[in-house]
C-alpha cells in the first residue's frame, strides 16, 4: 500500500521538502528581532556556519543581530537541512529501487525519488552559489536610516545640551546619551538601572523631550512607585513641564531642530526621580480623572460604557473636554449604571460653537471639579444636574445651532397622553407663527410655537393650548398644567433632550432625570415616569411623570 501511493504522488514527493524548507523559514523570520522589532524571548541554536566561510563565522540570532546576521543564519540552515532532506531522499529511493527486482513500474519510481534528490540538492547548492560565489553583497543587505521625528525620548544631560540637528540627535541615540520612551515604564529600576543618591545606575534621567508632532496627542506623567502606583510626581508635554493641580505650565522647556524637538528638564517633587512612568493619550475627548488627578480614562465621541467595565466605577472626581478643530464635545455622566437614567450632570465648553457666553461649564485644557476633594461631596450645577458617583456615561458632539436652517435638531413634542396625543408642548428651532391645526389630529391640544431650550432647562408650567373639535373645523382653548405630566416625547431631527425630575436643579438634578435621542410614544415605563407609587414584586406601582424641565442639545447626525 505505502509504494502504491508513493507511485501517484511524484509531486507531493518533491513539493514537501520545499514546504517544509519554507515552513522554516518563515518560523525564523516570525521570531526573529529584524521583523518581530521585538526582543528574543527565547534561545536559537548557534548555526554551523556556511560552507568555506571564515572561521568563527557560526552564528546564532539576539537582540542585537543586523538583518545580514538573520540572513545568514537562516540561509546556513536551509542548506544543512537541505541537504539532510536530500540525504533522506536518496535512502529512500535507494531502498524503493533495490526491493522493487522484478517489478519496472517500482524500479522506476526509485530512480524518480533519487533524481528529485539530486536535483533538490543541486537547487540548495546553486542558490548558495549565486548567493556567495557569484555575488557575496546578496547577503549582506544594507537600510538607509531614516531619522525618526515623533514619539518621547529621555536624555541623561539637561535640556540645554539637546541636539542640534537631526544626525547629531541619532548619534546621541548611538551612544546612549538619549533613549527612546515608546512604551510606559513599570518598573524603571529593572529599565535604568538601581536608584542610589537619586541617579539610575546605567541611564541617568536628566530631561524630557518631545517631537512637535506629539504637541496635541501625548503627555508623560512620572510616578513615585513602580506599577504607576503612588504619587503623581510630575506631568510633562511638548509644551512644558505641567502643574498637576491646575494644568497651567511651570517650564517651556528649550526647542531644537528648528522647533522640532523640545526638552524640559525634569524636577520633580522632592526632587525624586519616577519609579514607574505613564504615557498618557492627550488628543481629543473626554477625560475623567480620578482623585490623584492622573488616573483616568479616554472617551469618544459615541462612547457610552459602563464605567466599571473600565475599573473607573465611582472614581470620577474631575472632567476635561478636549475639543479638536471639528468637535464640540457633550458628555453626560450618570449616577446609575443602567444608561440614560438617574442623576446626571452634562458637560460642554463654554463660548463654544457661538453659543451664549453663559452657556457651557468646562474650559479648555481646565479641569471641572464633579465632586469637591476636601469634603467628598458633588458640585451642584444649577443649569446641568449633578452626579456623585459616576457609574456610565454617554459621549455626543454638538451641532452648530446657527443658521437655525442648519440646524439638525427641528422640533420637539412633549406630550400629557402617550401616542403623543392629549397636550403638546411644541419646540422649534425656527418657529411658525402659529401651528397648522387642520393637519393635526382632532381634540389634539397644541401650545403656541415656542423656541426650542437649547443648552439650557426650561421649567414645564401651565400652558394655554388650542385644539381642533372633533368633527368640525372650530377650535377651543383650554389650560393645561404640564408639569409632572408628561407620558410621551416626539423627536424630529437629531437631538438630545434632557428630562430633568426637578425644576430647581440648584437642588438637585433627580435620580428620576432621563436623556432622550428618539421618538418614545410611551413614558409610563420609563425612568422619568416612576416618581411616587410603591415598588412591589420589583414592579413601580401607582406612579406619575417626574418630568418638571427639559433642555435640548443639538448633535452630530453623522455619529
Known amino acids: 500500500m505505502f509504494r502504491k501511493k508513493l507511485k501517484h504522488s511524484s509531486f507531493l514527493k518533491v513539493s514537501l521538502p520545499l514546504f517544509l524548507l519554507s515552513l522554516f523559514f518563515l518560523f525564523l523570520l516570525s521570531a526573529c528581532p529584524a521583523a518581530g522589532k521585538t526582543f528574543l524571548e527565547q534561545n536559537y541554536p548557534r548555526s554551523p556556519g556556511l560552507p568555506g566561510a571564515a572561521p568563527g563565522s557560526q552564528t546564532t540570532i539576539s537582540p542585537n543581530s543586523s538583518l545580514g546576521d538573520v540572513i545568514r543564519y537562516i540561509i546556513s540552515w536551509v542548506i544543512i537541512v537541505g541537504a539532510i532532506i536530500a540525504f533522506i531522499s536518496l535512502i529512500a529511493g535507494g531502498v524503493i529501487y533495490l526491493t522493487s527486482t522484478g517489478e519496472p513500474n517500482k524500479m522506476a519510481e526509485g530512480k524518480k525519488i533519487i533524481l528529485n534528490a539530486f536535483l533538490g540538492l543541486l537547487i540548495i547548492l546553486g542558490s548558495y552559489l549565486v548567493l556567495v560565489t557569484i555575488n557575496p553583497q546578496l547577503i549582506v543587505m544594507e537600510i538607509k536610516k ?46 535604568f538601572g538601581r536608584l542610589s543618591n537619586n541617579k539610575f545606575s546605567s541611564f541617568d ?27 503623581a510626581l510630575d506631568m510633562y508635554s ?107 450632570r452634562l458637560f460642554l465648553e463654554k463660548n463654544k460653537g457661538g453659543r451664549d457666553r453663559n452657556t457651557g461649564n468646562t474650559l479648555p485644557n481646565k479641569l471641572t471639579s464633579i465632586i469637591d476633594r476636601s469634603t467628598d461631596k458633588p458640585i451642584i450645577d444649577p443649569k446641568y444636574g449633578f452626579v456623585y458617583k459616576a457609574s456610565s456615561a454617554r459621549i455626543f458632539n454638538l451641532a452648530p445651532i446657527d443658521p437655525p436652517e442648519e440646524n439638525p435638531c427641528r422640533e420637539v413634542r412633549l406630550c400629557t397622553e ?65 408639569n409632572d405630566n408628561i407620558k410621551s416625547i416626539q423627536i424630529n431631527g437629531s437631538c438630545l433632550v ?55 442639545f443639538p448633535i452630530s447626525e453623522n455619529k
Not at 149 to 155: K, N
Not at 518 to 533: F, M, R, V
Open 238 to 344: 511638548y509644551r512644558g513641564r505641567i502643574r498637576l493641580s491646575d494644568k497651567t505650565i511651570q517650564s517651556n522647556g528649550t526647542s531644537y531642530i528648528d522647533g522640532a524637538l523640545k526638552f524640559i528638564n525634569i524636577k520633580s517633587i522632592a526632587g525624586k526621580k519616577p519609579l514607574s512612568i505613564m504615557i498618557k493619550n492627550t488628543g481629543p475627548g473626554v477625560y475623567l480623572y480620578a482623585k490623584n488627578k492622573w488616573e483616568y480614562v479616554l472617551l469618544k465621541e459615541g462612547d457610552y460604557p459602563k464605567l466599571k467595565d473600565l475599573k473607573f466605577n465611582d472614581k470620577a472626581y474631575s472632567i476635561e473636554i478636549k475639543n479638536g478643530a471639528n468637535d464640540d464635545f457633550l458628555a453626560v455622566l450618570f449616577e446609575s449604571d443602567k444608561y440614560y437614567g438617574g442623576p446626571l
Open 146 to 191: 531614516v531619522p525618526v521625528s515623533q514619539g518621547i525620548l529621555l536624555s541623561d544631560a539637561d535640556e540645554f545640551s539637546g541636539p542640534q540637528t537631526f544626525e547629531e540627535l541619532e548619534l546621541k541615540i548611538s551612544q546612549g546619551h538619549i533613549q527612546y520612551l515608546n512604551q510606559s515604564i513599570y518598573d524603571c529600576e529593572k529599565k
Open 498 to 552: 434632557v428630562l430633568f425630575e426637578n425644576s430647581d436643579l440648584a437642588n438637585k438634578a433627580g435620580r428620576h432625570s432621563q436623556i432622550f435621542t428618539e421618538s418614545n410614544a410611551d413614558l409610563t415605563k420609563e425612568n422619568i415616569y416612576q416618581c411616587g407609587g410603591i415598588k412591589l414584586l420589583g414592579w413601580h406601582h401607582l406612579t406619575h411623570s417626574c418630568a418638571s424641565a427639559v433642555s435640548v
Open 418 to 482: 402617550v401616542n403623543y396625543t392629549g397636550d403638546c408642548l411644541v419646540y422649534y428651532t425656527n418657529p411658525p407663527e402659529k401651528i397648522d391645526l387642520s393637519q393635526e389630529e382632532e381634540e389634539v391640544g397644541f401650545s403656541s410655537p415656542k423656541n426650542m431650550p437649547f443648552f439650557k432647562p426650561v421649567v414645564l408650567t401651565e400652558e394655554k393650548v388650542s385644539y381642533r373639535q372633533k368633527n368640525s373645523t372650530t377650535t377651543k382653548e383650554r389650560t393645561v398644567d404640564f
Open 205 to 231: 534621567i536628566k530631561s524630557i523631550g518631545f517631537f512637535e508632532s506629539s504637541k496635541d496627542n501625548i503627555s508623560v506623567v512620572f510616578l513615585s512607585q513602580k506599577g504607576f502606583k503612588g504619587k
